[in-house]
């Protein structure tokens, strides 16, 4: 008979991070990620046979390098709890800096006018950032696009279940997009086709991941056709790669944006990038 802290520390052994297994055993268990605790309170229960083969199966997929976010079907993503599979990026804790500044930027639209205000969220992916900026500011219209039908299938559902209304469309990045908006973000593929840091992420969707040869590709695009698509003074927020934030200032400079800048992450990292169309 196998305890609850035997089975952890059978998996640790192996080398799994205490958390990812006290995850894992949670999910076997069909207990909350919030419930550690009941698991210490509970250290010397045994596990029937039949949770300690699902958590068997559930740690030698992380072991593999599955992400636990897949293997449970959910990531938390600025306080909303998202389901995500590997039809989608997983939501990472960097891309809140996206969400910060775009929220910023949109309460001083809102101070500045009459409502509506509205943002386009460009590769929504799981909806994670335009969820986040709706559940936050619930009177700002959201928009989202994204290429892939079977993204906008999980974005959908999160929205659904969330009870949070955007405005879902499909298409490659603007082309779907007829109107103009207070402000455009986006969190688009910005890796390298070459990038030695692919080799970790082989579980992920790599459309959502690799943009050309220097990962600007998907980039260089947004920023050639956001201007049409931004009110005059409306601004574009991109989530770029850790050191590409020089070239991205580069290219918003390149096509006429005002005010450029970037964002530093909670690793202190220039993250994000944006810049103000001009005003009329």
């Known amino acids: 008979m196998t305890s609850i802290a035997h089975a952890l520390r ?14 894992l055993l949670l ?9 550690r605790a009941w698991l210490l309170a509970h250290d010397l229960d045994v596990l029937a046979p039949e949770v300690l083969a699902r958590f068997d199966a559930l740690a030698r997929r992380r072991a593999a390098g ?13 306080g909303l709890d998202l389901q995500v599979d590997a039809r989608v990026l997983v939501p990472r ?7 910060e500044w775009a929220l910023a930027v949109l309460d001083k639209e809102a101070a500045a006018q009459a409502p509506p205000v509205t943002i386009l969220d460009l590769g929504t992916g799981s909806g994670a950032v335009a969820l986040a900026l709706k559940a936050a500011r619930p009177a700002l219209r959201v928009s989202a696009t994204d290429a892939s039908a079977d993204a906008l299938q999980v974005a959908r559902a999160n929205a659904a279940r969330l009870q949070l209304a955007i405005e879902f ?3 490659s990045w603007l082309a779907p997009i007829g109107g103009r908006y207070h402000a455009i973000v986006s969190n688009p593929p910005y890796i390298a086709a070459q990038d030695p840091h692919l080799s970790a992420l082989t579980h992920e969707p790599l459309r959502a991941l690799v943009s050309g040869e220097d990962g600007l590709h998907d980039i260089r695009q947004i ?3 956001a201007r049409a698509h931004l009110h005059p003074g409306g601004w574009l927020l991109l989530e770029h790669g850790y ?4 070239a991205v200032r580069v290219l918003l400079q390149e096509a006429g944006f005002e005010d450029v800048q970037s964002r530093r992450d909670l690793g202190g990292i220039l993250r994000c990038s944006g810049g103000r169309a001009p005003a009329l």
């Open 93 to 99: 804790p960097d891309t809140e800096t996206l969400v």
């Open 27 to 35: 999910h076997a268990l069909g207990r909350p990620a919030q419930d």
């Open 169 to 171: 469309m499909q298409g």
């Open 223 to 225: 920023i050639l056709q």
């Open 10 to 23: 059978q998996v640790e052994s192996r080398g799994m991070a205490r958390l990812d297994a006290q995850w």
């Open 66 to 78: 599955e992400p636990l976010a897949y293997i449970t079907g959910r990531k938390e993503f600025f």
């Open 243 to 246: 050191d590409q934030a020089a």
